[in-house]
């Protein structure tokens, strides 16, 4: 089992419809994460962090963490053509040196 | 937000020369910084961990005496792919953990695209 999963996708959604990007992850004592964004050909740029269960709103994006399933979302409202991008789900494994482990990415394509 | 910079952004070398790469946070204090490597159309990844002040951490399969890492400040820290070779033509990409206001969060530069000729 990989340590942290995503759907790869690809997931296409239509211009102003939610977005719904989901990942596990297997180390029960896992206590950060993050969400970044990857447009193609450029380095990621974090969207959100998350350490406690419940949501986390910012603009358009909600990040939703559920400890006990292990399991951390990210939902783009009113989703726009410019949110087309891979989406890496990240998380700082217990007893690790604070490095990030990502997931394989989700590509989504907003269509106009 | 954190800004991070690289430089350069890109540079082409001949194959048996060596490259430095520079990664600053701008705006923050960064006493760990990592650096990872990204080939095309695959997952970004992780070459090394960087503490100010003390030597690298590096994973598995990657070497040390090729690819140095120097983290001298707390804002600067380089990485210097030595005697080049077309294999290691690559996106390097740098990110600098930043702890503010209870967060403890990493915040990636640009990136440098190497390309050895």
């Known amino acids: 089992q990989k340590e942290v999963e995503q759907n790869s996708g690809p997931l296409s959604v239509p211009e102003g419809a939610i977005a719904s990007l989901n990942c596990t992850y297997s180390d029960r004592g896992s206590q950060s994460f993050f969400w970044y964004r990857q447009y193609s050909g450029k380095s990621p740029e974090l969207i959100m962090s998350i350490y406690s269960n419940g949501d986390k709103e910012d603009g358009r994006f909600t990040a939703q963490l559920n400890k006990a399933s292990q399991y951390v979302s990210l939902l783009i409202r009113d989703s726009q053509p410019s949110d087309s991008a891979t989406y890496l789900c990240a998380v700082i494994l217990s007893g690790s040196a604070r490095q990030l482990t990502f997931g394989s990415g989700t590509q989504l394509t907003v269509l106009p | 937000g954190a800004v991070v910079s690289q430089h350069p952004s890109r540079v082409i070398c001949k194959s048996g020369t060596s490259v430095k790469i520079e990664c600053r946070s701008l705006d923050f204090q960064a006493t760990t910084m990592f650096w990872y490597r990204q080939f095309p159309k695959q997952s970004l990844m992780l070459m090394a961990t960087s503490n100010e002040g003390s030597k690298a951490t590096y994973e598995q399969g990657v070497e040390k005496d090729k690819f140095l890492i120097n983290h001298a400040s707390l804002t600067l820290s380089t990485l210097t792919v030595t005697s080049a070779h077309p294999e290691d033509s690559s996106f390097y990409i740098c990110?600098?953990?930043?702890?503010?206001?209870?967060?403890?969060?990493?915040?990636f530069g640009p990136g440098t695209r190497l390309t050895v000729t």
């Open positions: 990110s600098a953990r930043r702890l503010a206001g209870g967060l403890d969060e990493q915040y």
